[in-house]
């Protein structure tokens, strides 16, 4: 088991900034971490990933605001969000992948909230 915390979100203003963290109860050099949202009534979505050679991926809407990025010594992936919009407001949830066996884990989610 894999237990992973995520800290940082709030409510900011559009325009604002915010910086999540998720802290991994286990090391996360081996595998692949990323940021998922779900906000009311919709889907939970991809936003941010990073493979263990420091890859990174983002959907499309968060480019250029988002940066994912992991500290393998202090085992914490980190999610700085910046120019944020209404758009961004949701649950924002950590993911750890563990290739070998497989298997996923999810942290409880902190709340972003973007006011108009």
């Known amino acids: 088991q894999v237990q992973l915390v995520e800290s940082g979100g709030g409510l900011v203003q559009t325009g604002g900034s915010l910086r999540l963290s998720c802290a991994a109860s286990?090391?996360?050099?081996?595998?692949?971490m990323s940021w998922h949202r779900q906000a009311p009534g919709k889907q939970r979505e991809l936003v941010a990933a990073?493979?263990?050679?420091?890859?990174?991926s983002y959907q499309d809407s968060v480019k250029g605001r988002f940066a994912i990025s992991r500290d393998n010594s202090k085992n914490i992936l980190y999610l700085q969000m910046n120019n944020l919009k209404p758009e961004d407001t949701a649950v924002y949830y950590c993911?750890?992948?563990?290739?070998?066996?497989?298997?996923?884990?999810w942290g409880q989610g902190t709340q972003v909230t973007v006011s108009s």
């Open positions: 990073i493979s263990s050679d420091d890859i990174t």
């Open positions: 286990r090391n996360i050099f081996n595998s692949i």
């Open positions: 993911k750890y992948v563990r290739v070998f066996p497989r298997a996923d884990y």
